[in-house]
């Protein structure tokens, strides 16, 4: 059976948005240990412009691996 491409952006989608909480998480921690010190809202736009890069790099692959299986280029 095909994933549409509606269920591909839907997986992509909830995917970054966990990654997105645990980047901004990460972030939290991590950061200190280098010297940065940012607040809330710098941690929230750093995990924002990452999270439209992970969600269009989620669905291509998606996309990518759903053709090859399916055996056909649409």
């Not at 710098?42 to 992970?54: D, K, M, P, Q, R």
Request: net charge positive; glycine share 8%.
């Amino acid at each position: 059976m095909r994933q549409s491409r509606a269920m591909s952006l839907l997986e992509a989608a909830a995917n970054v948005m966990v990654g997105y909480v645990l980047a901004v998480a990460t972030q939290m921690v991590v950061f200190p240990w280098f010297g940065l010190e940012t607040g809330m809202a710098e941690h929230l736009t750093i995990g924002l412009a990452f999270v439209v890069v992970s969600l269009a790099r989620g669905y291509l692959l998606r996309r990518v691996f759903e053709t090859i299986r399916t055996g056909s280029a649409q």
